[in-house]
């Protein structure tokens, strides 16, 4: 996933962004077990972190599907752009449910 954001920031123009914080990547799976329980993509305000933002992508399992969530799904809405190009820090997780992916990003400065 990171390899997928970090080529997606350079063709911005934007320099590499290193992964962020343990403790918000636990977050970030927590949610994306919760977003497939549910099965929607739903933000989760009780598990933000003070000063961190947050992207949520649902979408078919696919072999690429790093760079589709990246480049497709979150890299064409502002806000996602936004947590993408100028964040400092960035924490994800991904899971696969039922060949449905979850992801969820978070990023701070």
């Known amino acids: 996933m990171l390899n997928s954001i970090n080529r997606f920031r350079a063709q911005n123009g934007i320099g590499?962004?290193?992964?962020?914080d343990n403790?918000?990547?636990?977050?970030c799976q927590l949610h994306c077990?919760?977003?497939a329980?549910?099965?929607d993509a739903v933000h989760a305000p009780d598990?933000?972190?003070n000063g961190w933002s947050e992207a949520v992508a649902i979408m078919p399992y696919?072999?690429?599907?790093?760079?589709?969530v990246i480049f497709d799904l979150l890299g064409t809405s502002?806000?996602?752009r936004d947590i993408l190009?100028?964040?400092?820090?960035?924490s994800y997780a991904g899971h696969i449910n039922n060949w449905v992916v979850y992801v969820t990003i978070r990023g701070t400065n």
């Open 47 to 49: 598990h933000y972190l």
């Open 62 to 68: 696919n072999e690429h599907w790093k760079d589709i």
């Open 16 to 20: 590499p962004v290193e992964y962020g």
């Open 23 to 27: 403790l918000v990547n636990h977050y």
């Open 33 to 35: 077990y919760e977003m």
């Open 37 to 39: 329980r549910r099965g």
């Open 78 to 80: 502002e806000g996602h």
């Open 85 to 90: 190009l100028h964040s400092n820090k960035i």
